[in-house]
């Protein structure tokens, strides 16, 4: 076959890109070889339009034992063990096939873990779709939630958190973001450095098929038509049985005894054989040949441009040392997988690839990977911000029944209960699980410790649409409260940023203002970002998403009994508010639901005050005086009251009695989402000590009520039976998917 | 007393219920293989949840044919204790150690929440250390959990008292709304006509510690024990003040 | 007078099916090597009433495109035969 | 030369069969009303080579009974066709 500049176009390179490679290469590339480049330079393997704004993140810290650069980030949590998380995106395969796209995008974040040695013991998802009456809407939400619970549930790993959001800008390109956390010695951290010339490369796991040629790395490089609807690649399919063996195999070979044969490990993700080879040389600064015949396949007839591209699920590519091979397959061999040498480690940083004694594959290492294109897309605000879109609040009328707004918004889709999605899920495989699903983070015990770590996924993405930086602090600053309200202190990010086509500079710009404020957010509270994804692309028929930067965090715990959660716990305590309620109302649930409007300025945010929350919030945790903790988030302060008396899953609903001076609008004062605000329920014998350190750390605080009796009262304006409240919370999901379902 | 926890590939659960044992209850553990053809000398065999063998085609239908499950069907066979939790429990079935079947949810999904179950007999080796009508709060979590068995079958079960746990509201009450997957007879877990093999959906190995769970899950484990402790071999009776102690 | 549809529904070709791969595999370890491959697919059975042949075959069709079989990862096919009334 | 067995695993009558009751209230849901009924079981294509056909029919209904069909809950029919050299 003749490569001609429009073999290229049709691989999804362009005309400069396909020049670069021929004069890199002094020659026209084979077929196989321009595979390679194109998954290779693809946005989705080479982040070429990111690169240089990820630069500028802080990745450093006393506690970071691995940044970005690896599969994971890896965090030091004391006591000899270390944390290692990561979030990853399948926005695309989840859009085209839900329950297994989702699925597959669990698969792989977990095999990232892994990979590094570490145990995964907790799944968290945050999902984007589109409007709730969005015809596909239903079909999707219950085949990725399906999808993501098969996969977790049968591999062992307990979900235990996530975000649901619903937005009609994702009607078209829903997302799917996993998050995975394990835990691994601190000493014991795998990495993926193909080193010792000579060494035999193995392949492991599942065989190779047809599944998803061009898929994770060409889908989420390229936006999505109707036309890529027909070209439908082979959809991949999970089979997390196989993964499970995958996983347990693998951690056996990593082991004490065993682990002096393995010199790297890296699972075969986006562009399969490709990049892991790729990548592997190119950290360990060698090169690999492969004979791609000795590849097993599934089925007969597999091409080796197809072997190189091949997304099948469930496999790892392995540098072992020389010698080892039959001790590797032994280990593979008890849990009935194929290992199989395909190839070696060489001293000429080349990736070398033969079929049947053809050679199709012969390129330098360094410009499929450091040399790969970096492109400083243009970037442009997007002009005139909508001047419809300004809220005045004097325009607005007030609600006449605040009892019947507070139930709508219980019941909205943004706010209800998550219950239906996450009762899917398995959450307590593993038997670490203190806090499920349900409460602001999870929190889950380290194995043979008194210690926790806790986690979060968050993204207000309708504040990222009207101002994509202070929407990311501000989604930073929500993950840090959501850790503090269950007593964890933040020791480390994640992030998985969603956004458009790199190629408009509206985008860019998004991009540009939210990598800015990931930044100065992190700074703030001085915590690392260890690893992340980016998922450019997400848009349909010219349509972006809204921008959606996804924050994963990362909390610790010294003792786990420490916990807190956020529903009150007892009649007689005392329900504190830390923070200052301001007159906002822009961009909340309040708006969307009860008005029909999304408009307003974000609401302000400061860093400053909002480290010092944490910090007092962290510290009443910490002394033990805190019975409950919830963060203000969407809703605002009413929501919030009432999901603390209602949100336990275990107990029966708490009334309080609720007094707030605001001097101003009641409807700012109870549905507004101003940052910063945290409620708690303390004994009454300790808001002494309580107010000492809200005053030490210079919060605002003020005691608002009680818990008390069966009805949640705020003043004259909120009246109602928690249960009335909970059944209008609880049932919200179920009522608004209720209908025809996709099977 | 000593006890076996056996490994499918695919099992989940296995080293949970390892961990209640050891460390919680300070009993023997052993850890069997699946293709293992003898399990060693012990008192107990457990299998536990997860999805042996993937759980294709049916919940527990590639498993019984684990080699392991000669020793397990052989051990029964001679009287020996064996508890089967979940996917243990569907093994079971499939295996014709216990009567019925486990068949999708009523609700079709996978579910995971606390359910409370009612102790309807506690005159067994499973549940001698509760009283009956005792209510259990324990975690579901599973897709393939509604109990099913011909009437025939049920008529037998309910009148050898092989019934042991239903599901049930906190106070006991047998409600349909109680019942999480549809089960007939809303069926928890059922013990054969000998009285020496049990199976429950519920999971009593994730309900042993204050911090993860709750402790209901302890009282079949310690059940076991007692009545082995009767039984088998008294000297290896747990002292309970180790065992009743929680964190 | 009505009608009986079976549909059978498999897997596409190219597309794993880890539970035929599975089943495959245990068949093989009870001693049944002749078993070269396993696909595994839905079979269902429906029961029309009240509608011409012609109208149920059309709609089998749409129920199956829409609903019965996932046609991206998924092939189908029906039979009708007509029954007694039911 | 090989056989081609097709093995239908049906839920037996009197058992439950949520999901063909789910799908069937769908099926109404989206307007197909003269949907009378819908019972969901499996369908399977097993490979057979180097077997007679008379030893394909005894073996297959030895793996049906074994394996491949719970018959507590279950009822199971094969057929079995030629097919070339594979
Ligand atoms: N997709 C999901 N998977 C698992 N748990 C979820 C998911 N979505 C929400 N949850 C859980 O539901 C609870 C409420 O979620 P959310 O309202 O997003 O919390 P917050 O506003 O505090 O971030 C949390 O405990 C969260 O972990
Ligand atoms: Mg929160």
Redesign the interface.
Known sequence: MRITVETALAHGLTAQEYERIESTLGRAPTIEELGVFSVMWSEHCSYKSSRTYLRGLPTSGPRVLQGPGENAGAIDVGDGLAVVFKIESHNHPSFVEPFQGAATGVGGILRDIFTMGARPIANLNSLRFGSIRHPRTAFLLRGVV?GI??YG????VATVGGEVAFDPGYDHNILVNAFTLGVVPADRIFRARATGIGNPVMYVGSRTGRDGIHGASLLASAEFDAESETKRPTVQVG????E??LLEACLELMAPEMSHHLVAIQDMGAAGLTSSSTEMAARGGTGIELDLSRVPLREPGVTPYEILLSESQERMLLVVRQGSEDAVKAVFDK??LEAVVIGRVTADQRLRCTFEDRVVVDLPIAPLTDEAPVYERPVAEPQGADEGAKLRLGDLPEPVDYNQALLQLLESPNLCSREWV?????????????VRPGSDAAVV?LPGTDKAVAMTVDCNSRLCLVDPYVGTVSAVAEAARNLAASGAEPVGVTNCLNFGSPEKPEVMWQFQQAVAGLRDACLAFGVPVVSGNVSFYNETEGRSIPPTPVIGMVGILED??RHVTQWFKGEGDAVVLLGRNREELGCSEYLAVVHHQVRGGVPWIDLEIERRLIRAVVAAAHEGLLRSAHDVAEGGLAVALAECCISS??TSPLGAHIELDGGFRPDALLFGESQARMILSVRRRHLTRMREIARREDVPMSVIGEVRGQRLEIGDLIGIDVAALREAWRTGLPRALAGPTGS | MRWAVVTF??S??D??TA??LEHLLGETVVRAWHKDASVDAVDCIVLP???A??????CG??AR?APIMRAVERFAAGGGVVLGICNGFQIL??AGLLP??L????????????VHVRVEDADTLFTNRCRRGDVL?L?V?H?EG?Y???EATLQALEAGRQIVLRYSDAGGRVTPEANPN?SLGAIAGVRNARGNVFGLMP?P??ACEW???GEDGRKIFLSIIAAAGGALDPASAPTSSKVLSG? | MGWLARVYVTPKTGVLD??GK??QH?LH??GYPEVEDVR?GKYLELRLVDVSRESAEVRLQKMCEQLLANRVIEDYRFEIDAIGTS
């Open positions: 399906s619970g098969h549930n049968c591999v062992g089979d997390p049985f196989t499970k063996l849990w009935d996450y009762r899917q899920y398995d959450c307590y495989v593993g038997g670490g699980t203190v015990r786990a009994s899953e275990t | 590939p695919g989940n659960d080293a949970q961990y209640v949840g997860g999805f063998y993937g759980d294709y085609l049916r239908a590639v044919f079935c499939e019925g079947a068949i999708r949810n009523r609700e079709l999904d996978f579910l995971c929440r606390r709060d975690p979590k897709g509604c099913v068995a011909d549809g999971h190995e994730h911090l993860v769970g964190p | 880890p539970q599975a089943v245990s370890a009870l595994i």
